[in-house]
């Protein structure tokens, strides 16, 4: 396996992928895709540097095919978005860009989105987790953040027992009481950023796109 570094990855799960998934990915990005993926991204002419997980849902053809950049794994311990990232650290990058983890099955979207706390604390780089709706970044220390005056935020946190305090937010998180998963949804910005201060937790939030 190379061991040069690629600063920007993007891996492509096996959901729904975002319209337009080509003009999304940048020339420079190293494009990883999990096995379920890998037949509709061919047909879409997306470009493919890797195809990882156990090889159960690509047809034998094309796994013969595309054997030169097959990556198999049959660990069941982990699913094939999981088996995506920990091969994406193998080229050290700085950021990942994730499509194509929500949609079709809502179990599915759950647990890719219950990971990517579990991805920060491991990897400490950026992560985004993009949909046609908007991106879920986790974090795991207090910022700032970049947004835009109307854009639609919400938060969650993994402990029941974090407080967070906010500026920026139209509805401020200071008295929030994290104990579902919906008390800190549906808020809104009010300048072209927001902070978070908050400490030992780790916090996804949703930044909705632009309508």
Same mark, same amino acid.
């Given at each position: ?20 998934? #080509? ?22 002419? +997306? ?31 982990? $699913? ?10 193998? %080229?050290?990058?700085? #950021? +990942? #860009? ?6 079709? #099955? ?5 647990? $890719? ?25 986790? @974090?795991? $220390?207090?910022?700032?953040? $970049?947004? %835009? /005056? ?19 937010? /139209?509805?401020?998180?200071?008295? +929030? @009481?994290?104990? =579902? ?21 780790? @916090?996804?939030?949703? %930044? =909705?796109?632009?309508?």
């Amino acid at each position: 396996m190379s061991l040069i570094q690629h600063n920007n990855i993007t891996i492509i799960a096996d959901g729904q992928l975002p319209n337009m998934i #080509r003009d999304l990915i940048n020339p420079d990005e190293y494009v990883i895709c999990c096995d379920g993926a890998a037949k509709s991204l061919i047909e879409e002419r +997306v470009k493919i540097d890797a195809i990882v997980g156990d090889m159960d849902s690509l047809d034998p053809k094309l796994q013969e095919k595309f054997s030169s950049i097959i990556h198999k794994s049959d660990c069941q311990e982990s $699913n094939d978005l999981t088996k995506a990232l920990y091969f994406a650290l193998n %080229f050290h990058p700085q #950021r +990942v #860009r994730i499509y194509g983890a929500s949609g079709k #099955r809502e179990d599915h979207t759950i647990g $890719n989105i219950s990971l990517l706390c579990m991805y920060k604390r491991l990897s400490n780089i950026d992560i985004e987790m993009i949909t046609d709706y908007g991106t879920f970044i986790p @974090v795991t $220390n207090s910022g700032k953040f $970049n947004s %835009f /005056k109307g854009q639609q935020i919400s938060i969650f946190s993994l402990s029941p027992n974090v407080k967070i305090l906010s500026t920026n937010l /139209k509805y401020p998180l200071d008295s +929030v @009481v994290f104990d =579902a998963w919906w008390k800190g949804t549906l808020n809104e910005c009010t300048s072209d950023y927001f902070t978070l201060e908050f400490s030992d937790s780790d @916090v996804l939030i949703f %930044f =909705a796109s632009k309508q």
